[in-house]
């Protein structure tokens, strides 16, 4: 049997022409002693270290901006795992990036109580108070879990609402100035519900 | 006003967030007697007798839930507390957290003495920080405290409590893509059985709560099961966090006995539509409950059971209204765009019959579609409830089903009138969101 010669249609093309990216080690990657120690720190939290891959990202995306192809394998060094199990979990979360985003990011709800309310209107005047500036990334978003105070956004990690189409261009220059963004619509001032003007 | 606040008492108070401020309320003071004076089968059966059923969609029964946790030592059990309130409509555990979050922690540890579990987890979503933030400040003042760690208050019981955030997935929500995404994973559902009561993180038996299911058990143990089922209906004893929102005056959470009439909810308390306005229909447990008419729904008791025999749901407690200048099917559209951005893509009839969904609803605000259409969109309803892993799907097919049934000759008039304008509009107006999964 073993003379027969092999179909070549079974193995052409089949052959990977890399092997796949193994768990990389520490020395090859530059991992900057800061985010060793945070990712080092994270694992500790949890009975088993893989559970810190989202919190490992979330410090990758913070030093860098958003979740580099470089982050993720110094993080995938220090959690001893693979980079593309990192990447798999990245493209996974809305929130953690692939791609390079500004160093501003304003979600804008679209759902159902915010859209009854104007959110897209907002969306828009947000993408038109931006203007393509690069360094402010501006996104339509599902539920934020605000919809008291729809139409709003989350600027900064911080929810704001309700937001009339007109203040975007206000918080965008406050963003651009490095102030306070609209402070008076900030969620945290609000008061419960039922005990606004009474 | 109707408003019985247990849950949300002294939320108005700003030092309420901080443990001297909410042990001037006596805080902590059923942690102490659960940990010092109590056994964890008498909690358990404290909180069974209670009859809490659960805040955050299901409904199920607290206590049988925690008892479905195997009994005894030799193994590593855990508790889980679901904070990836994520459903549209609901905001309730985020008012909770924000205001009281030593309320959650206190809850969690009584939780945990009664599962046994000696670690616990909250999973809050990550668009929370504000929120994450205040519970990290507040967890590390229960470790200070000793009401965490090791060897709470001196009684030999250790527990260690974890904040972790999420990063942004509906689907983390549903209590096994929440364990697979605490474990590091994409979170997508697992299989069921094995239920996480048998076997859920690291494959150890958990328990995995809500929220405001968590944040009654505190007050639960302080003034008894009896005490608690003077609240609400007998089925749904209680007070519940009610998220009110859409096309009302003062949307906002108000916390009110279970089974008051919906009309006092939407009307007295959150201001009813603007003036002259009605309500054409509402959601009345959040995005994945079955829409109710206004004529239908607006008289029956805010409960359970008065919600399930209406054909829809309590679910998480949020009421989204639409009054009569909203459009059903451009709402059935939004409501399906939703689940399909955040179907995790592993069951094909969630996969494919959310994006079908779409692209069908799509074609009917454009006036592209032909009245068979519906036939086909209530079809394809039908074929995801119960054939996937989640809930996920049958969450967007029960309103959207529901919407075309009841709103079925609005559906065939927009069908018909939709013109040239609407057909640009429908399309543009909705935006893409961010990152769509499938």
Avoid at chain 2, 207 to 217: D, F, H, K, P
Avoid at chain 2, 385 to 407: E, N, Q, T, Y
Wanted: charged residues 25%.
């Amino acid at each position: 049997m073993s003379d027969l010669p092999l179909d070549p249609a079974l193995t052409e093309g089949r052959v990977p022409d890399r092997v796949p990216e193994g768990v990389p080690e520490l020395h090859e990657v530059g991992c900057p002693p800061e985010l060793k120690e945070r990712i080092e720190e994270l694992m500790g939290r949890y009975p088993d270290r893989k559970s810190a891959s989202i919190p490992a990202l979330w410090a990758v995306q913070r030093l860098y901006g958003w979740c580099t192809p470089e982050g993720i394998k110094q993080a995938a060094a220090v959690m001893r795992v693979t980079p593309a199990y990192l990447e798999s979990v990245a493209s996974f979360y809305d929130l953690l990036h692939t791609e390079p985003v500004g160093s501003h990011k304003v979600a804008v709800c679209t759902n159902i109580s915010c859209w009854m309310r104007g959110g897209d209107e907002l969306l828009d005047a947000f993408r038109a108070a931006a203007g393509g500036d690069e360094d402010i990334f501006v996104t339509g978003f599902e539920c934020l879990g605000a919809c008291d105070i729809a139409p709003m956004a989350s600027i900064d990690e911080r929810y704001f609402g309700p937001l009339e189409a007109a203040e975007a261009a206000t918080a965008i220059e406050q963003l651009r100035a490095g102030e306070d963004v609209l402070p008076e619509k900030a969620l945290e001032k609000r008061p419960l519900a039922g005990d606004a003007d009474a | 006003m109707p408003e019985t606040r247990i849950l949300l008492k002294h939320a108005e108070d700003p030092e309420l967030r901080t443990l001297t401020g909410y042990k001037r309320y006596n805080g902590y003071g059923a942690l102490e007697r659960a940990y010092r004076e109590l056994e964890a089968e008498e909690v358990l059966k404290e909180l069974e007798d209670s009859g809490l059923r659960g805040r955050g969609g299901a409904g199920f029964s607290m206590g049988k839930k925690a008892s479905f946790l195997p009994r005894g030592g030799g193994m590593n059990k855990y508790l889980c507390c679901n904070a990836d309130e994520s459903e549209p409509g609901a905001f309730k555990d985020r008012e909770l957290m924000q205001r009281n979050p030593h309320q959650l922690i206190e809850g969690i540890a009584i939780a945990a003495l009664a599962a046994d579990a000696g670690h616990a987890f909250i999973f809050i979503r990550g668009e929370y920080d504000l929120q994450a933030d205040i519970l990290d400040a507040a967890v590390a003042e229960a470790y200070e405290a000793g009401y965490l760690g090791q060897n709470i208050l001196g009684t030999h019981r250790d527990l260690e409590l974890v904040v972790h955030r999420g990063a942004g997935a509906y689907i983390c929500g549903e209590e096994t893509a929440l364990l697979d995404a605490l474990e590091g994973k994409r979170g997508n559902p697992r299989l069921k059985p094995p239920f996480p009561a048998v076997q859920g993180l690291y494959g150890g038996p958990t328990l995995i709560n809500n929220v405001e299911t968590l944040a009654n058990v505190p007050r639960i143990v302080a003034h008894g099961a009896e005490w608690f089922t003077s609240f609400g209906t007998e089925q749904s004893p209680g007070t519940k966090v009610v998220s009110v929102s859409g096309c009302v005056q003062r949307p906002g959470n108000y916390e009110v006995e279970l089974g008051i009439p919906t009309r006092e909810l939407i009307y007295d308390l959150a201001g009813g539509p603007a003036d002259g306005r009605e309500v054409k229909a509402f959601y009345p447990g959040g995005s994945s409950s079955p829409v109710l008419t206004g004529e239908e729904g607006l008289d029956l008791p805010y409960s359970f059971e008065d919600m399930a025999a209406a054909g829809s749901m309590l679910g998480s407690g949020s009421i989204i209204v639409a009054d009569d200048r909203v459009s059903i099917p451009h709402m059935a559209l939004r409501t399906a765009r939703f689940y399909h951005h955040e179907s995790c893509g592993k069951c094909t009839p969630c996969r494919e019959g959310t994006n079908w969904t779409v692209k069908m609803l799509e074609r009917v605000v454009r006036g592209e579609a032909t009245p068979m259409d519906l036939d086909i969109v209530a079809s394809v309803q039908e074929n995801i409830i119960g054939h996937c892993l989640c809930v996920l799907g049958d969450s967007m097919a029960m309103p959207v089903g529901a919407m075309v049934r009841k709103f079925r000759e609005e559906f065939e008039e927009v069908i018909a009138t939709a013109g040239e304008e609407n057909r640009i509009a429908a399309v543009q107006g909705a935006p893409e969101t961010l990152g769509a999964a499938t």
